[in-house]
């Protein structure tokens, strides 16, 4: 796929699939609605996002609140034509058993087939008790095979291509765990890997919503993602698209992941604490990185760190 910039929205700020005109008006050149899960469900009780200021970090429990795959059809049916990409993070119903995950990620996948660019299937919520537990063995497995299935029966039926296919991973798992998740995305011909989803660690216990169970993310998550990002890119050789995300919050954090190996970046703590001018600051500080640089394109940057 072609994108005007690399630059794009995290999943979880547009749950309810409600402001794609927004996201295109402020020159994001991609958004990712949802988690959306097969049901409807409300979510942890409130409160269950906290904010430091000072730290620009967020600690959520959300837990997928989102009025389920069949409403955000409507609401996708209703939106009318788009002028950028629009992706779908897929989450688990927290009423579905873990062995049964497979059947709730592939329904919601074949319901918003015809509406969605790119799926990402998101096995790295800390906030639905077991799905981190997804990542691991026939679990994952499972759940790609049945999406890949929806993928290719959808496309043989519409005559189009099929669509890219997404793993986001938790910062938290172990080198030996982000591994066997990548050969697992390779054995399936996966599209790429969204790296990464919100920490269980905290960068201190010094202030109190730190204490608050949750993942967390902002600038407190920035090296922990870009470090997973540099170790995916040269586990694979470049071979796996990466989609950097975690404490982005300027073009210097942007040109970092980029350098670490992203093809792709997404924010979702930037927009909160530096408002919808983000986008502009980092697509003119990009533009304006490239030019300083020995390359001609993003593209060439991507992975340069580890040639250097
Ligand atoms: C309130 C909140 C809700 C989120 N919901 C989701 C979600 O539904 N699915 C998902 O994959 N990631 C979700 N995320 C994680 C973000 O997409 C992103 O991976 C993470 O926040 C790191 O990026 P950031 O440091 O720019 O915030 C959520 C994050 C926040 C703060």
Redesign the pocket.
């Known amino acids: 796929m072609q994108y005007s910039h690399p630059f794009g929205l ?4 547009d ?1 309810r699939a409600e402001a794609l005109r927004g996201w295109e008006s402020i020159g994001l050149a991609f958004s ?1 609605i ?2 959306v899960t097969m049901l409807e469900q409300s979510g942890n009780p409130k409160p269950r ?1 906290f904010r430091h200021g000072g730290d620009r970090a ?1 600690v ?1 429990r ?1 837990g ?1 609140n ?1 009025p389920g795959s069949e409403k955000i059809v409507q609401q996708l049916r209703r939106s009318g034509p788009r002028s950028i990409p629009v992706w779908a ?1 897929l ?1 688990k119903s927290k009423l579905t058993p873990i062995d049964e995950a497979k059947i709730d990620y592939s329904t919601t996948m074949n319901r918003l087939w015809p509406f969605v660019d790119v799926f ?1 299937i ?1 096995v ?2 800390p906030n639905t008790p077991g799905l981190r537990d997804l990542q691991h063995g026939d679990h994952l497995k499972g759940i790609l095979n049945a999406c890949i299935e929806v993928n290719q029966t959808n496309s043989e039926r519409e005559n189009v291509p099929s669509k890219p296919l997404l793993i ?1 991973v938790a910062p938290d798992l172990t080198i030996e765990q982000l591994e066997a998740v990548v050969d697992e995305a390779l054995a399936c011909e996966i599209d790429g890997i ?1 790296a ?3 920490t269980l660690e905290r960068p201190n216990q010094s202030s109190k919503i730190y204490l608050e169970q949750g ?1 967390c ?3 407190p ?2 090296n922990q ?1 870009t470090e997973m990002i540099r170790h995916i890119y040269s586990y694979t050789d470049g071979k796996l698209p990466i989609v950097g ?4 919050m300027n073009a210097e954090d942007a040109w970092e992941k980029i350098l670490a190996g992203a093809t792709l970046l ?7 604490f530096e408002g919808p001018g983000l986008t502009k600051s980092i697509v003119h500080g990009l533009h304006n990185k490239l030019k300083h640089s020995e390359f001609e394109t993003i593209a060439d940057a991507v992975g340069s760190s580890h040639r250097s």
């Open positions: 995290a999943a979880g700020m749950k990712e949802g988690g996002m967020l959520n959300m997928f989102n993070n989450g990402v998101n790295s919520s986001k969204v990464t989803n919100t993942g993310s902002g600038s998550l920035k993602s995300v975690g404490g982005i997404q924010a979702y703590a930037g927009f909160v």
